[in-house]
């Protein structure tokens, strides 16, 4: 089975200060990694994902992620925040085949203060 | 542009009175999922659908019910709702097939229970 661990509950960062969002997964066999956001009463919109191919991968909202294999985490970070970033982050893993189920962590809450 | 809708956005409805939400596409997948989320939480997979095939997770509620009448289609019943059911409800999509797609959600449906 897999498992996903968001690390940090809540996140509160200063306007166009760097940010990082943790996350580690768990899994037996090979998985697809993926961020989405969740603004309030709204879907989950996918951020960035990561497949294959490049460690480092880049996403919409100046949003980047890297791939870490032997460290089994694919932490999120942007170099400048917005107020506009305020919302909850989930990190999801899917495995390569097979179903196609999404295990997500718990969520990181990303409050920017001005 | 092609969109997963769900409707309503908001619902409120008695203890124990049942009520169906719905969510339509128009991306042609060939998967729909319904998902449980409640406050400050992950969201949880209830069950999914492959073209007409079901598929329940095991701690799925047998109040929970699900139909899908074709391809763009799915709805969410809730046979006899308690207060525990009071959730945000979100449907997605997702075609089997191109393994490395993101799932896309719609917004979503909140649902309370009086």
């Known amino acids: 089975a897999q498992s996903v661990t968001q690390l940090d509950s809540q996140v509160p960062v200063f306007e166009e200060a760097p940010v990082e969002l943790r996350c580690n997964y768990s899994?037996?066999?090979?998985?697809?990694l993926f961020w989405y956001v969740q603004y309030p009463n709204q879907g989950l919109q996918l951020l960035l994902k990561?497949?294959?191919?490049?460690?480092l991968v880049k996403g919409i909202n100046g949003f980047e992620a890297e791939f870490n294999k032997s460290q089994t985490s694919f932490h999120l970070r942007k170099p400048s925040v917005h107020i506009s970033d305020t919302a909850e982050y989930f990190c999801a893993v899917r495995i390569i085949q097979g179903a196609q189920k999404l295990v997500f962590g718990q969520g990181t809450r990303l409050t920017i203060n001005p | 542009d092609a969109m997963v809708i769900q409707n309503p956005r908001y619902q409120v409805t008695q203890f124990g009175k049942p009520v169906t939400l719905s969510c339509s596409q128009t991306?042609?997948?060939?998967?729909m999922y319904w998902y449980q989320q409640k406050s400050s939480q992950a969201p949880k997979l209830l069950f999914h659908?492959?073209?007409?095939?079901?598929?329940n997770e095991a701690d799925t509620p047998d109040n929970f019910q699900s139909r899908r009448p074709n391809t763009s289609f799915c709805f969410l019943d809730i046979r006899s709702p308690g207060l525990g059911d009071a959730a945000m409800y979100l449907c997605?999509?997702?075609?089997?097939?191109?393994?490395?797609?993101?799932?896309?959600f719609g917004d979503g449906t909140r649902l309370s229970i009086l």
């Open positions: 997605a999509t997702s075609y089997l097939g191109h393994s490395n797609q993101p799932q896309h």
């Open positions: 659908y492959y073209d007409k095939d079901f598929n």
């Open positions: 899994s037996s066999v090979s998985v697809y």
């Open positions: 991306l042609n997948h060939n998967v």
């Open positions: 990561y497949l294959s191919g490049s460690t």
